[in-house]
Every structure is written in structure tokens, then in C-alpha cells.
């Protein structure tokens, strides 16, 4: 399952919702916004996705992570809209067996869909401006 948000992720609830009596790991990676970047102050930012096109790639990823690990069930959301500092901004949880296919999943996961989304990030700075910056950033 992949999502966009534009309200507050829900760790809790989508946690609960990959468990399994058959899976001994579960890994979660939480991307938050944080006060600073590239020696700017950061004080929020705002993310703008193409929906149609966002949501298809981010499903060919978590079936490519399904096929290519052993892992039971994976999910990623990421927020869209302005955010304040210490939000949730990307969100993935993975379920498996054991844990090296867990950990390896998440991390290919969050990788991919920051090359591979069409979500764009614009943060806000303490004096003022804004910058438009690459996913990855």
C-alpha cells in the first residue's frame, strides 16, 4: 500500500495495521521535518506531489519490494501540504519473518520513493525565503 496524506500520519494505526501472527520483525522509518538544512534555519516546509502519477509509482515500489524481499506486508505514506517542524513527513513500515528482509525492504523502500515519486519539498527559512529542493534533500 501506498499513500498520500494531507493530514497528520497515524503511525499507530498503520503500524497495527501490518501485523501478523507470522512475522517476527517489524521495521518502521519515520521521515520528520527537521529546524535546519545546509546551515539554513528551517522553520516548515510544504510538499507538492503529481497524486495519479505518486500513487502508481509508489505501488510499482512496494510490489517490487514485495518480490524482491521475504517480507509479509509493506506500506508508505507521505504527507502533502505544509508542515511544521517535528511532523511525520514520509512514513514506512514493513512486516516479516526476520529481520534482515525487513530492515533491507524499508530502507529499499524509502529509497526508492525519494528517487522515483513525483513529490516535490519547499522549505521555509527564518529569514524569509523559500526554496524549492529535490526529494532527497
Not at 501472527?21 to 521495521?27: S, V
Not at 524499508?106 to 515519486?117: H, P, T
Given at each position: ?71 509479509e ?58 526554496e ?6
Amino acid at each position: 500500500m501506498f499513500a498520500l496524506s494531507e493530514s497528520a500520519i497515524d503511525a499507530s494505526r498503520l503500524g497495527r495495521g501490518l501485523e501478523s501472527p507470522r512475522t517476527g520483525a517489524a521495521i518502521v522509518f519515520e521521515g520528520r521535518v527537521r529546524d535546519h538544512h545546509q546551515g539554513r534555519q528551517v522553520i516548515g516546509l510544504a510538499y507538492e506531489a503529481y497524486a495519479e502519477l505518486a500513487l502508481a509509482e509508489g505501488s510499482r515500489i512496494i510490489a517490487e519490494a514485495r518480490e524482491r524481499f521475504a517480507i509479509e506486508q509493506a506500506a508508505c505514506v507521505h504527507r502533502v501540504g505544509e508542515l511544521s517542524l517535528g511532523e511525520t513527513a514520509v512514513w514506512v513500515g514493513v512486516t516479516a519473518a526476520h529481520r534482515d528482509a525487513a530492515f533491507a525492504a524499508c530502507r529499499y523502500i524509502i529509497d526508492e520513493v525519494k528517487a522515483r515519486v513525483p513529490i516535490w519539498k519547499r522549505e521555509h527559512y527564518a529569514e524569509g525565503a523559500s526554496e524549492w529542493l529535490h526529494p532527497d534533500a
